[in-house]
């Protein structure tokens, strides 16, 4: 089983406090989002970064100055919770790194959050979180269910990227697209057991399927030709793979009609083949 996300799990009180004022400020200044891409992308290149002797590597949190004023409060928020500081700590004590890796929070200019290979960093941006924020708020019941939605995304968002990041540095092999390859190591990561990680995979399965809901349907102007599947395929695979991982549990995805049975009978066994894969890709990675 892969043990990331204690990770999250040990920061989690922070983030939803950073969360729930990130959501009031967003909806209460009326900011507007940055032009840009409003999906997680990844720049991960194919070469291998030059390695350092195993093991002398370490995850650093990164907090880089924000000139947004909502930001720079939530900055400040961050730097005094260590959110990242916690983040990395616990990575550092689960995955052997050959190279440094930073984890940063940034204010990108644009929506988005992405793995840069050539100075080894995942970046976090707070665009990113206020588009979740807006993105959610119409269905959100109160602040507290809304705080959830942003966080729950952005975790998810974070081991994939994290994956990105993984897959470079220790050169990882993969079949297929490495964008649906990391959101499967994000959801293995995620559905831990716990109903907060559960819970974040569902939430960022419902934001791809947002995502898809408001572009336009003309089938000709689907972008067929994307590194990434399209949004409603990510719902289903990540709906999928969480039923698989816990059938009793997620039995109501299959009953209301979310996953249809006929992808729901073959996704115990898609679950079982992608632990067993990324658990046999991560292991020699992995502290003892």
Avoid at 130 to 144: S, V
Avoid at 159 to 187: C, F, N, R, W
Avoid at 266 to 278: F, G, H, I, V
């Amino acid at each position: 089983m892969i043990d990331l996300h204690r990770s999250a799990r040990a920061a989690s009180k922070t983030r939803y406090v950073v969360a729930l004022l990130l959501a009031s400020a967003v909806l209460i200044a009326g900011c507007s989002s940055p032009a840009g891409g409003n999906r997680a992308n990844s720049n991960a290149a194919s070469s291998t970064a030059a390695k350092t002797p195993e093991g002398k590597g370490v995850f650093k949190p990164l907090y880089v100055p924000a000139k947004n004023p909502e930001y720079a409060e939530l900055e400040a928020t961050m730097k005094k919770g260590r959110v990242l500081e916690e983040i990395c700590d616990n990575l550092n004590k689960t995955v052997i790194l050959p190279v440094d890796i930073t984890i940063s929070l940034d204010e990108c200019g644009v929506v988005n959050a992405f793995y840069d290979p050539a100075k080894q960093q995942v970046h976090l941006c707070y665009e990113l979180m206020e588009h979740f924020a807006k993105a959610f708020e119409p269905d959100a019941k109160n602040e507290d269910e809304l705080a959830s939605a942003i966080d729950g995304a952005t975790t998810f968002v974070f081991y994939h990227e994290l994956g990105h990041a993984l897959v470079h540095v220790l050169d990882l092999p993969i079949t297929g697209k490495e964008e649906d390859a990391v959101d499967q190591m994000s959801t293995l990561i995620l559905a831990d057991g716990s109903q907060e990680g559960e819970q974040s995979v569902l939430t960022a399965a419902r934001w791809f399927l947002l995502e898809d809901q408001q572009k336009d349907t003309d089938i000709q102007q689907l972008a067929f030709w994307d590194e990434h599947s399209l949004g409603s395929q990510r719902f289903y695979n990540m709906v999928c793979w969480l039923y698989g991982h816990d059938e009793k549990t997620y039995a109501g995805l299959v009953a209301n009609g979310v996953l249809p049975q006929e992808r729901a009978v073959r996704c115990a066994d898609e679950y079982k083949q992608l632990e067993k894969s990324w658990s046999r890709l991560l292991e020699p990675h992995l502290k003892k």
